[in-house]
């Protein structure tokens, strides 16, 4: 059984496409571009309750709620071959997974005027580590669900890669006003990347991961649709990072990796121990 104790937003897919408008004046939820094709989801916000904590069974059955999510997801994945191949998903978790995840009560990092990589703030980074999952009880859902063979093995079926004994890690990124990224590949101890849109905030749907050609040459980039994820396998071409430019609030994400063995900061894997299969 769910305590329900709290209110929060949920977004709801009505499955169907139609040009970018608010869902209602009253509503910060609006429809928003899902691809680079200009076609979008619509959506609309109803007020509802969350659950303080899993019960019983019911941490098994959102595991299991999240890999259906996962697989219908991955299955209606937009793949995009320029400037390398990616793919951008749509809807990755359940409502209530994608609701508790944005509204997660981790502070957000004091940057201190310093950008340009996401290791200068190192000491403030925030992870699914064993401490948060102990906490949250959505930081463990995720992290097995995403550890699963099966979730894994779809992963590597529909993206590539070689995810064999890789190790799961998962940061929340929080970026406000000043945050900005070098282009850099991910490549080296990087098997697998993906980046997952959190905040639902209207003024962030410019505020996409950027692409680049090479080191140097500005692609593009995805719109910021909450609750859609960029997914690439890390290589030599893989050039992305996130161009100075205003931040209104807090820009929250999540960043998948799985890693190599040969990953040193252990403590922020989800389960430091135990490779996925």
């Not at 609030?249 to 040193?264: A, Y």
Request: charged share 25%; aromatic share 10%.
């Amino acid at each position: 059984m769910i305590a329900l104790d709290r209110p929060f937003l949920l977004l709801l897919h009505r499955g169907e496409t139609e040009k970018a408008r608010p869902v209602s004046p009253l509503c910060p939820a609006i429809a928003r571009s899902v691809g680079y094709g200009g076609l979008i989801n619509t959506f609309t916000c109803t007020c509802l309750t969350e659950s303080a904590k899993p019960m019983g069974n019911d941490m098994e059955s959102r595991k299991d709620a999240i890999k259906e999510s996962v697989r219908n997801s991955v299955s209606n994945a937009k793949s995009f071959d320029e400037p390398y191949p990616h793919w951008i998903v749509n809807d990755f978790f359940p409502d209530d997974v994608y609701a508790e995840l944005r509204d997660l009560p981790f502070p957000a990092p004091d940057l201190a005027g310093v950008s340009g990589t996401r290791e200068v703030h190192n000491a403030s980074r925030v992870y699914f580590d064993k401490q948060n999952q102990a906490e949250f009880p959505v930081c463990r859902e995720v992290s097995e669900a995403l550890q699963d063979a099966e979730i894994v093995a779809l992963f590597k079926a529909a993206f590539g890669g070689e995810l064999a004994e890789t190790l799961l890690r998962i940061e929340y990124a929080q970026d406000t006003g000043g945050f900005w990224l070098k282009p850099h590949t991910d490549i080296g101890v990087k098997a697998f990347t993906m980046l997952s849109y959190l905040s639902n905030d209207p003024r962030h749907a410019d505020l996409g991961t950027d692409i680049y050609s090479d080191g140097e040459t500005h692609y593009g980039r995805p719109p910021f649709v909450p609750n859609s994820c960029m997914i690439f396998i890390p290589s030599n071409h893989t050039w992305h990072g996130f161009e100075p430019r205003e931040i209104e609030g807090i820009r929250k994400s999540i960043i998948v990796n799985f890693v190599t063995d040969e990953w040193r900061a252990r403590e922020q894997l989800a389960f430091p121990e135990q490779p996925v299969s």
